[in-house]
């Protein structure tokens, strides 16, 4: 069984500038869900991802978008990047069950740097 | 808007000891609330909590939930330094997108 994986493991931008992050699901997996953990922080949610639509989404403006394709997998797009967007990206995948919670499994996170 | 509080922030013990970590919590249509370790990135599963008063234990780790304090604690007796981790609390309420919300989290730091 695969876990799950993102890439790349680091990443520098410059202000303004557009970034994207991918995330594969663990197998069997159908939920993808995305969180921006800053330094000294837990985690925030972004927005989650079931069935390629958009299934919820946190407190994040418009810039921060995404992606889930027919395999599960996932992106995270962020443009007109700001030096708060400094973080790390984790990705979580779920097999999600009507009515009921499945666990989140994360991946090993994305950490962006913004100059 | 849900909210997540852990304290202390960090904590720093001696190999051995037993120590209590907290989480407190507001929120609108609880659900279930959660615990995770975080080594270095990945925050791991370590237990998920729905019903008050029942603990879950897995090795020297256990934890249980009070929903009438609306309050969690996470035990770990005869720590070892590989406990050195942050610890996050995290709840789901509401219905649909089961997203997590959480706390800051407690650093704990296991010295020989």
């Known amino acids: 069984e695969t876990g799950v994986t993102q890439s790349p493991t680091h990443l520098i931008k410059t202000r303004g500038q557009q970034v994207t992050l991918r995330c594969s699901s663990q197998s069997g997996h159908n939920t993808v869900s995305w969180y921006q953990q800053a330094l000294g922080q837990g985690p925030q949610f972004i927005f989650q991802?079931?069935?390629?639509?958009?299934?919820g989404r946190g407190n994040f403006p418009p810039r921060f978008s995404g992606l889930q394709f027919p395999n599960y997998s996932s992106e995270l797009n962020v443009n007109a990047l700001e030096l708060d967007d400094s973080a790390l990206y984790l990705c979580a995948s779920s097999s999600h069950l009507a009515g009921g919670y499945n666990e989140q499994f994360f991946g090993p996170g994305t950490r962006l740097t913004v100059l | 808007e849900d909210k997540v509080v852990q304290s202390p922030l960090s904590l720093v013990v001696h190999e051995g000891d037993t120590v209590t970590l907290n989480c407190s919590y507001e929120v609108t249509n609880f659900r279930s609330l959660l615990w995770y370790k975080q080594e270095k990135k990945a925050p791991t599963f370590l237990f998920m909590l729905t019903s008050s008063g029942i603990e879950k234990k897995s090795g020297r780790l256990s934890s249980i939930l009070d929903k009438k304090e609306l309050s969690s604690i996470l035990n770990i007796t005869a720590t070892q330094t590989g406990d050195s981790a942050i610890y996050l609390c995290a709840l789901i309420s509401g219905a649909g997108s089961y997203q997590l919300t959480f706390g800051k989290g407690t650093k704990l730091s296991v010295i020989p």
């Open positions: 991802y079931y069935r390629e639509e958009e299934n």
